[in-house]
C-alpha cells in the first residue's frame, strides 16, 4: 500500500539505474537504443499554489518544458540536459504527473499527443477506449433514464481501457533518443523517496466528496482522522514505484497484462455497489491510433499561421479552429484589450462576438463530434467543419442580441442522421508543451477526466471515468441516436486541445500550447491563441488574461476579472451571464526575438502550480 512519512531527507540526491534494468530497457528502446548515463537529482520542492500566483513568464535560448507541476517540469528538464528528445521528456513528466497529479492525470488514463519533427505533424491517439461488453445503456438506470452523474462516475462503471502508457510507447519508438527506462527514473525516485503535498492537492482532497469512499484511496489521500495530508508532509507510494519499475523493465505489456492488469479488472468488477465491465482481453488488446493531424490556415493581417490540433475523437481543434475562423468574419479584430479588475481584458463587444461564435462551435459539437471510426463526418471530412465558406456563412447569424441557444449547422448536402447530445459535465486533465534541441516539438494534454478520476486506486495510481465521456443517453426523445453514444470499443468524445501553430510560409514552429478544464479547454486554448497571434502577447501575457466562454448556454465569465460595466453590457444583449471559477491550467511556449535572438518564451498558468525550465 501506498505509504507516507514525515521523516527528513536530504533535498537533492542522485540515483542511478541498475544495469539489468538499463538493459531491459534498450530491447525496448528501439531506435532510442544507446546507453544511457542519465542520473536524476530530485530538486528543492517548492510548496505549489491552489490559488492564484503571479508567474514571470520565462525565455530559454534550446529547448523548454512547461508541465503542471514544478516537480514534473524540472523532470522533462533533467532528460532535455541529458540528450533526451521531447518525447523522451513528456514520458518522464507524465510519469511524475501520476505522483504528484493524481487528481488530473496518470498510468490509468489516456491523452493526446501532436508531435512535430520539424518537417511533419503526426497525432497519437492514447484515448480511453469503451469495454468490449458495454453498450449504450450502460448509463441508464432501471428506469431506463440516464443516472445522475455522480452515479455514473464513482466506482467501476466508468472505467475505460487505459491508453497513455501504450501510446507513448509507439511515441517513443519512433522518436525517442535515450532508453525507456532511464524515463522512469524521476518519478520512481521521488515515489521511494516521496514529494512534499501541495497546496492545491491537499485543497482539492480537501473539497472531493467521494475520494475516500475508496478504502486504498482513503489510506494514501487521508490522515487517521480523515483529514487530507497537511501541506508539506511527505508522501511516499512505493505501491506506485514497483508498478513503475516493472513498465520500465517490460514496458506497456506490464501495464496491459498480467499481475497489474488482474487489478485493475478486480477494482473494476468487484465493486461493491457500481461494478464495471472492463476485462482483461480489453486490456490485453488495446492499441494506440496515429491519426493524421487536423491543420488549418489562420491568417492575422499579412500573417499566414499553420494551426494544428487534433482530430476526432477529440472536438477541441474543430471547435478551436471555427471558434477563430467565425470570429475573422467579423470585426473582432477592431477591437482592442481594456483595462479589467486584474491587468487587460476582452470588451463587452468583442466577448460578445467571441461567445456567439462559441455556441454556433459548440452546436456543431453536440451535433457531429464521435470517435471516427464510428461515425462519418459531415460531407465525408472533418474539415468540412472548418471551410472558410462555412464559416463566413456561419458568422452571419451573429446579430446585435445574443441568440442564447445556436442550432447546429449543415456543411455537408446530405443531413445527418444524428441527434445533438445534451450538454454533460467535464472536468479534469493536465497539459505539456515541449521543445527540445533537436527541432521537435509536441503538445500533450493528458486526463483521468474528473478530479480524481473514478476514485478508484489500484496499486498506488487512479483509474480514470473516461466513459462518462460519453453521452449517458444513447437516444433523443424521438428515438434517433447520438453520434457520442456508448458503443464496444469506441473512444469517447473529447474536448482536449493540444494545438502546434507553425508559420505557414517557412513551417517554422511558432507555438506549442493547451490546457486542462474539460469542455472550457476549448475557450482556455482560443483565449491564448488569440491573445498570441491577433494581440501580440507573450505566452504569459496571454494566460493571464481572464476566462470566459460559452457552451452553447449562458456567457460564463472567470469571477471577480471583468469590471461591472463589461457584465451588464453582455447582459443588455441578452446574454444570462454567470460569473465563476474558471480554473484554466495553460501552458504555452512561443517561439519570439529578444535582445537579437531567438528565443523560446513560455508561460504558465498563475492559476495552478505548473512552471517552465529549460535552457
Sequence with gaps: MPQTTTSARPSARVITFSLSLLASAVLLAGCASKPSQFAYTVPAQPEGSSGYTEKPGWATEKFAVAAANPLATDAGYQILKAGGSAIDAAIAVQMVLTLV???????????FLLHSTGKTVEAYDGRETAPAAADEKLFLG?????????????????????????????????????????????????????????????????????????????????????DARDVGVNLRNPELAAVLRKIAAEGS?????????????????????????????????????????????????????????????????????????????????????????????PSADWLHLYTEAARLAFADRAQYVADPDFVQPPAGSWSSLLAPAYLAERAKLIGAQSMK?????????????????????????????????????LAMTTTIEDQFGARQMVKGFLLNNELTDFSFAPTDAQGQPIANRVQPGK????????????????????????SPGGAAIIHYTAKTLYGVLNWGLTPQQAINLP???????????????????????????GAEVREMNMTSGLQAITRGNAHGKKLWMGGADPRREGVVMGD
Design 142 to 226: 432501471a428506469d431506463g433514464k440516464p443516472v445522475p452523474f455522480y452515479d455514473g462516475v464513482v466506482g467501476g462503471r466508468s472505467v475505460g481501457v487505459p491508453g497513455t502508457v501504450r501510446m507513448l510507447e509507439m511515441a517513443h519508438k519512433q522518436h525517442g533518443k535515450l532508453p525507456w527506462a532511464t524515463l522512469f527514473q524521476p518519478a520512481i525516485t521521488l515515489a521511494e523517496g516521496g514529494f512534499k503535498v501541495s497546496a492545491r492537492l491537499n485543497t482539492l482532497v480537501k473539497a472531493d466528496q467521494h475520494l475516500k469512499k475508496d478504502p486504498v484511496a482513503a489510506a494514501y489521500f487521508y490522515k487517521a482522522d480523515g
Design 405 to 441: 441557444i445556436a442550432q447546429p449547422g449543415n456543411p455537408g448536402a446530405v443531413k445527418t442522421g444524428y441527434a445533438p447530445m445534451p450538454d454533460q459535465p467535464e472536468y479534469g486533465t493536465s497539459h505539456i508543451s515541449i521543445v527540445d534541441a533537436f527541432g521537435n516539438a
Design 101 to 111: 497529479e493524481p487528481q488530473s492525470s496518470g498510468i490509468g488514463g489516456g491523452a
Design 253 to 345: 505489456k506490464a501495464l496491459h497484462e498480467g499481475e497489474i492488469a488482474q487489478a485493475i479488472v478486480d477494482k473494476v468488477q468487484k465493486h461493491p455497489t457500481n461494478p464495471g465491465k472492463l476485462s482483461l482481453a480489453d486490456l490485453a488488446g488495446y492499441q494506440p491510433k496515429k491519426r493524421e493531424a487536423l491543420c488549418h490556415d489562420y491568417q492575422v493581417q499579412a500573417k499566414d499561421f499553420r494551426v494544428c490540433g487534433f482530430p476526432p475523437p477529440s472536438s477541441g481543434a474543430i471547435a478551436v479552429g471555427q471558434i477563430l475562423g467565425i470570429l475573422k468574419n467579423t470585426d473582432a479584430a477592431a477591437k482592442p484589450l481594456q483595462d479589467g479588475l486584474q491587468g487587460q481584458a
Design 491 to 514: 473512444r469517447p468524445r473529447s474536448s482536449m486541445a493540444p494545438t502546434l501553430v507553425f508559420d505557414k510560409a517557412t513551417g517554422e514552429l511558432l507555438m506549442s500550447g493547451g
Design 547 to 573: 476566462n470566459f466562454g460559452s457552451m452553447n448556454g449562458p456567457t460564463l465569465l472567470e469571477e471577480k476579472r471583468f469590471p461591472p460595466a463589461t457584465v451588464e453590457a453582455l447582459r443588455a444583449r
